[in-house]
């Protein structure tokens, strides 16, 4: 990747956008937000590892850098405590890479960046015209950095740390726990995919995808997928999957289509750890018509990296999750349908 710290109008044609040696504190978070505005998708920042703060910021980014070129901001050096909240948004990150290159696909094709401003994501509620101290990262996260509130703009959302729902359209307090650096939100609706915890990219296979879904009303996302290093998705070289969930009165509904298109190591198979978060236990699940077992099995982690192996299905009364795994056809041509009846 290029990134430059200087330019003129276009630059961001050729270059990711680097805010210079500012830090990674508040004064950074405004100029990546003004860069956005101005047709930057693809911009960053130092990231400041002595602050709780400055990790949930410099995690939460289009890229991840720590300076230490000339200064002590080696991860290892760290005491126990900012240790630990490294290593947990580190993973985070990585989980989170496919919902990351899905937004800056979608960035190329269209414009919009991968921090957005909150007036650039909702530019028709004025109360999201001065806001500083948040931004949207993607479609589905709305991360606070800096601050003790935050601003929820209309629709509901999912406090990703405590789990707790909001209705928007209102201030909140930030509510964080001691292991991270500051409020995050997803949007309801959302639909994030994941891969497992890794140290680097390419480590562990990715033949199981995580899909971590939040129902509300229908919504969908599209993965984007190509090798990751050549320039061959310009010719056409991409996989794209589409997932679909849908909210009913008694039941929802999650349709993961076939993967379209092909490039240079793609998996020939693939596989989906599910985690659908639901605030009451499922009467009953179906994957294509067939009904699935319960499992008595607990998970008490919120994210799709460790699995359930089998068939059937999990309840977490205390992370208010169903878990299940689902295969993609063989074929490649028929869709996979998970219903979860209440």
């Known amino acids: 990747m290029i990134y430059t710290a200087g330019g003129f109008a276009g630059i961001q044609q050729y270059a990711a956008t680097w805010a210079g040696d500012t830090g990674g504190g508040p004064k950074p978070l405004v100029s990546l937000l003004n860069l956005g505005l101005s047709g930057h998708v693809n911009t960053s920042c130092d990231m400041e590892v002595f602050t709780p703060a400055g990790l949930h910021f410099g995690f939460l980014q289009p890229w991840s850098q720590v300076n230490s070129w000339a200064y002590w901001r080696h991860p290892w050096l760290l005491d126990k405590k900012m240790l630990a909240m490294f290593k947990m948004y580190a993973k985070l990150r990585y989980r989170l890479l496919p919902y990351i290159y899905s937004a800056a696909h979608a960035a190329a094709r269209t414009g919009m960046p991968i921090i957005r401003a909150m007036p650039l994501a909702y530019p028709n509620d004025p109360k999201s015209d001065d806001l500083l101290g948040q931004y949207m990262f993607g479609d589905s996260f709305l991360v606070a950095a800096f601050t003790d509130e935050v601003y929820l703009p ?36 959302a639909i994030i995919p994941e891969w497992p915890e890794m140290d680097y990219v390419g480590e562990k296979s990715v033949e199981r995808l995580g899909v971590l879904v939040y129902p509300h009303d229908a919504s969908n996302f599209t ?65 294509n018509g067939a009904r699935l077992p319960e499992r008595v099995e607990k998970s008490n982690r919120d994210d799709v990296s460790c699995g359930v192996e089998g068939e059937g299905w999990v309840y977490d009364r205390s992370m208010r999750t169903v878990r299940l795994i689902a295969e993609e056809d063989e074929r490649k041509k028929d869709v996979v349908e998970i219903v979860v009846v209440s």
């Not at 729902?165 to 609706?189: D, E, N």
């Not at 998705?233 to 999957?241: D, H, I, L, M, R």
């Not at 969930?245 to 596989?271: H, N």
């Open 154 to 189: 209309e629709g509901e959302w999912i406090d990703y740390w405590t789990k707790e729902r909001y209705t928007g359209s209102q201030t909140v307090a930030c509510k964080i726990p001691a292991y991270a650096g500051g409020a995050l939100f997803v949007r309801a609706g």
């Open 223 to 287: 993965l984007y997928e190509d090798d990751g290093t050549t320039f061959l998705y310009e010719e056409g070289n991409v996989a794209e999957t589409r997932i679909e969930c849908r909210q009913q009165q008694d039941a929802v509904v999650l349709r993961i289509s076939p993967r379209t298109g092909m490039y240079e190591g793609m998996s020939a198979k693939r596989s989906y750890d599910i985690l659908i978060h639901s605030d009451t236990k499922p009467a009953c699940i179906e994957i």
